[in-house]
């Protein structure tokens, strides 16, 4: 695939004809790894929804994984429940801290 800039006439003369850097590979975050995080917050029409993402950042340099889900409470607990990561934490109601996720609802969530 050519990544030339050959057509990109609103740049400098110079910049038109180098090469772009391919994008970086998206990876899913490895199991065992990383940590799922879940809070509530506000979709693109400022509506509460409730969100988890579960970030693993490899400490040998390599590409960081992410994956992320959102929707009802009930919905985003399943989904970060099932997630293979190292660790799992909900915002507190203040959203200053972050405690462990409770394996379930019973455990009071």
Not at 4 to 27: H, T
Not at 56 to 80: H, I, K, N
């Amino acid at each position: 695939m050519d990544l030339r800039r050959a057509r990109a006439f609103y740049l400098p003369e110079p910049e038109r004809n180098g090469f772009v850097a391919p994008p970086s590979e998206a990876r899913a975050p490895r199991p065992g790894h990383g940590t799922v995080y879940v809070c509530l917050g506000k979709d693109a029409q400022g509506r509460l929804v409730w969100e988890a993402t579960w970030d693993d950042e490899p400490g040998d340099g390599g590409p960081p994984g992410s994956q992320r889900f959102d929707g009802d409470r009930a919905a985003v607990l399943a989904w970060a429940r099932s997630r293979p990561a190292a660790a799992r934490l909900i915002a507190t109601p203040e959203r200053a801290h972050w405690r462990p996720l409770p394996i379930s609802d019973e455990d009071g969530d």
